[in-house]
């Protein structure tokens, strides 16, 4: 039995557990994110009081991390978070920092990445080689398994940062990215929800026009990677999506959207089945990083 430690380190809060080889989670602790120094090593010392105390070895760990992150192997800062806005956190060493106190190997990725992959070893996108998750937090993001694999390319998709068809007269909200305004995130995160509005995302009625505005941002999005990725499954997480009603919006929207040019029959039959919640619920993001661990 091979024994695993996870760490979904989120600019909130850094998560860390440890399971077995089938994900069943053994140990698990949660602090708020702060500096960066203090938060690596509370991380690093839960795994190495662990491994004392269970008098065990871990065989490795997987870091799912916010970002934007380095994941070239080849690049001098591989494995830091490199151009992130959280106050402290620019060119953070995550990886470098755990596996030298830790001396196990290390593997790394983004957030959402994991998360995907924990989708697709015990989740919503079991027996799929080609998938999407998708967050909807305080942040947007999305993570591809393409060919069975989590797609990096030149860095790492930045999916909540595409551009949108922006009605600034059904919407003259201008957007709160402090990259770009109004993209994605900055229409539809959670903060951009309550800056517009005034009031916190989860204390808005169902009936809200809020929602008509997120289901037809997400869709907008969703048609744009239907069309670029063409994913076999979509999957949302994230806070947001705790507002289950968005799901039939966002299904109606994106088929609108698409305008009958893509034809598949899980589209024209079985759109539930197509744009869905995370299978792990809310452990999707803690056991995204025991997916990444268990790579090697
Ligand atoms: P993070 O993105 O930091 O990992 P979450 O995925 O929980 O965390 O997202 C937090 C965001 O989701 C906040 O902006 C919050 O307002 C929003 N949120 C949390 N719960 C709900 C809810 N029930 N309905 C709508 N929005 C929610
Ligand atoms: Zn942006």
């Known amino acids: 039995m091979g024994y695993y430690g996870g760490v979904e380190a ?30 690596l090593q509370k991380t690093v010392d839960f795994f190495t009081a662990w491994q004392k105390d269970q008098r065990l070895s871990l065989q490795a760990i997987g870091i799912a991390c916010f970002g934007p992150v380095d994941l070239n192997p080849e690049s001098a800062t ?54 999407l998750y998708l967050t909807i937090g305080t942040g947007v993001g999305g993570g591809a398994v393409c060919n069975g694999k989590p797609l990096h390319g030149l860095v790492h998709p930045e999916m909540g940062h595409i551009r949108l068809p922006h009605d600034w ?7 709160n990215c402090p990259f770009h305004g109004d993209c994605f995130e900055g229409m539809a995160a959670g903060p951009a929800i309550k800056r517009r509005w005034g009031v916190s995302a989860n204390t808005l009625p169902p009936d809200h026009p809020a929602w008509d ?3 037809r941002y997400i869709a907008s999005a969703l048609a744009n990677f239907i069309l670029t990725l063409s994913p076999q499954r979509i999957i949302l997480g994230g806070g947001v999506m705790a507002q289950a009603h968005l799901f039939p919006q ?20 079985a759109i539930d089945s197509f744009i869905v919640p995370p299978g792990l619920g809310n452990q999707a993001g803690s056991l995204g990083s025991i997916a990444l661990a268990l790579q090697g």
């Open 10 to 39: 989120g600019g909130t809060k850094f998560v860390c557990i440890v399971t077995d080889e089938k994900a069943k989670i053994l140990a698990e602790t949660r602090f708020p994110t702060t500096l960066p120094e203090e938060t």
């Open 78 to 131: 591989f494995g830091y978070i490199t151009s992130t806005p959280k106050p402290g956190w620019e060119n953070t060493a995550v990886t470098p920092v755990i596996a030298n106190a830790l001396n196990l190997p290390v593997f790394f990725d983004t957030d959402v990445n994991g998360a995907a992959l924990g989708e697709g070893r015990w989740g919503a996108a079991q027996d799929l080689s080609d998938f």
């Open 169 to 175: 007269q059904a919407d003259p909200f201008p957007g």
């Open 213 to 215: 505005l997120e289901a």
């Open 250 to 269: 966002i299904r109606k929207y994106t088929l609108a959207y698409l305008s009958n040019y893509v034809r598949s029959e899980v589209l024209m039959n």
